[in-house]
């Protein structure tokens, strides 16, 4: 979350959206989205205990709220105001799994499969021991 409020290497500093009123802006609403996410997700998992409502409807919230929830603030970070530049708020990039760029996590994954026991694959792996 702390490096929201900072310049990416690989971008331009001069960029109207690296100025620091649209960094100190996505910052915050990546610091506002992540204890909105986390709050309303755990306020809705104990909704089996609420004393309003009616109990199915308690119970669809406790059963499927946090990815309904999660579903919500995503909508929420996508509704940005006309005057923002493009590029505030920022999106995480995830390369797909056949990419080369998640090539590492693979490698690590069959470094661990092939091991006989867990205790060996921490030993002999450097990025797990």
């Known amino acids: 979350v702390i490096s929201e409020f900072h310049i990416q290497e690989s971008e331009n500093p001069n960029d109207e959206k690296n100025q620091f009123q649209w960094r100190y802006m996505n910052g915050l609403l990546g610091i506002i989205f992540t204890f909105g996410v986390l709050s309303t997700a755990i ?28 579903v ?5 970070s996508f509704s940005v105001p006309s005057g923002v530049p493009s590029g505030v708020p920022r999106r995480l990039l995830s390369p797909l799994p056949w990419d080369s760029a998640s090539l590492n996590h693979w490698t690590v994954a069959k470094v661990i499969t092939y091991q006989r026991t867990p205790m060996q694959a921490i030993e002999r792996n450097p990025v797990i021991g």
């Open 43 to 70: 306020k809705s998992r104990r909704a089996r205990s609420w004393l309003y409502g009616t109990g199915p409807i308690r119970s669809f919230i406790a059963d499927y709220g946090v990815p309904l929830l999660v």
């Open 72 to 76: 919500v603030w995503t909508l929420l």
